[in-house]
């Protein structure tokens, strides 16, 4: 590509010559590999009962971005039945629900709250439909579960019920009550619900035949019944498990299961007893829940995965996951701790950090020795940083000047330019220097991770940025080199098909060396890419 012919050539093909310069440099820059891919852990977020078609008399569960079903009368297997793929979503399906009356399923997005997406059997796009909600200033903060009440319903037959947050807070929380076509008919909402109501908030609702329904809660007390009008007629039900709240459907038997983590399904006969005998505690992948955290282990040439920190029940902990990702083994456990996001590794002292992001005042980098033990720990809290840069959300080691680079959260006030910033802090925690990176047009960044430039331009950093952005900077956070070229850029939803990402790494030793993985929790995936040089 550097013969210069220019002088033989016309000023049109030399133009063509040009432009084709431009672009094989561009394609070079922002070609990617996969490697291969690999689902390692899972997480129901709802599931319904589907009375027809070809998953007919089975619980289906929306897990990750795919759908899941099982029989539960001849006990079978768990099967994978298809993938959720939108270009319109910009997250994980937090509600979904079979449609008896149209053989499909309805989800929802909550980046997209007026929006109802639907489904084959076969996750094949069946469109979209507009909510209009009753008010229609009403833009809900959050929206979680949805049902579908029966035609055999003497109230509202054939409708869907989908809960709605109006902040994050736990302010209100709604049973929208809609038509097929998306239009808002009544809602359920009252200030007088018990207090657990308030304090977990609510996660799924399903009808009850006859005439009642039953929410689940994010709370120890998760079940309650309810009239229409919101009356709790009883509750809360006994469960005997933690985790609940996700999902809840009643099975036309009048049977009722609910999800329990990551995706349990618990077992109730039609006089709501529960019927743990018949209770199902499916694995999917390697039982890596949720890995929100992922490092280069260089000393055992492997993977360390943060797994099951994000919510609280079962096992959680830093596993060893091999390049092939269908083996991990557990390195140390993590069950004493809750609320941790990523993971480096720090090869020359054999320690693995990662980020304690909430309560407020335990803000930190913790770091742990392989044996588990804490080695030490940098407080991010406010009162150690003279200043509020809300909480700690992605986490990279500089390894030539040991240093750490943090992206945090913000405040409400700060967060549109706070997330447009790396902090880098010395190994002793003084914050040392502050990257800008608004000259990116970056909105914000999950992950951040350091690796050498193979092209002999020295460190680099990639950023896994909002809507599946990609790019690369150097340790300025110049997005481009001084001739003007990007040093990298790509969009990880079309080149590696995932929804969303949570942590990356660089493969620094053994045969995937100068590769890179990146994690996504909700999805319970980790795909390994190679940049195209
Ligand atoms: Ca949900
Ligand atoms: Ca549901
Ligand atoms: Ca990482």
Redesign the pocket.
Known sequence: MKTRHSKKLSQNLVSLFLLTLVYLSSHNANAQTVVSRARIGGYAE???YVTSGALKDQVVMSNGGELYAASLTKKGVLNKVCRIDNPEMDQFVT???FVESEGLFVMNNDPHPNKLYFFDQACGSKGTRTIQYLNSNYRPGHIE???YVPASSPIFPDHLIMVTWDDLVGTAFRLIIMRRDGVQVAEISRSDWPIQFFEGGIG???FLAPDRLLVSLYHPDALWTMDFNGNILSGPLPTGADGLGE???QLTDGRLVATSYPQNLLLFDKNLNRQPQNDRHDKIGLGLNLPNGMAWDSSANQFLVLHDTAISPGPSGVAGLATTLDNATPVFDLSAFSTLRQLVYLPQEDIVATLKFNPGPDRAILLFNRSGTLNSQISLNVASLGQNFGPPASLAYLPATDEFAVGFNGTPATQGLERQKLRIFSRSGTLVRTIDLSATGTGGFNAVEYFEDPQGGGGRLMFLSTFGRVFITDLNGNSRSADGFPLGEFNSRVKLGLMLRNDLTAITSGPLAGAFAVTDANGGEVVIFRLDN
Do not use: P
Request: charged share 15%.
């Open positions: 709802d599931i319904t509600g979904f629900a579960g949805m049902a799924d609702v399903t999902g809840v459907v």
